[in-house]
């Protein structure tokens, strides 16, 4: 499944790194930067976003029917500013 993160602001940021998803199952989803680099299996850099940029990532998941809820952690920075959010990603359809 494919993903996007969108830079809404206040400000560009230098890094955004997203996190692979824990899930009760144990199953490791791994991630990769959509059509840049293969599957790592804990983290991912979608490098610089700048306003209303958005970098998008793909989650290894298969297309099962019972796939588990998918909540994964995003660490932004920018200057000496850094914070994390945690983002619920929407059901496969």
Known sequence: MIFAVRNDGPQDLES???????????????????????YLPDAIDLGPLRLTEEAKFTLGCGGGMNLPEFRVRVECRSGADRWELALLLPRFR
């Open 16 to 38: 955004v790194t997203v996190y692979r998803p824990r899930t009760n199952d144990r199953i490791t989803y791994p991630l990769a930067v959509t059509g840049i680099t293969d």
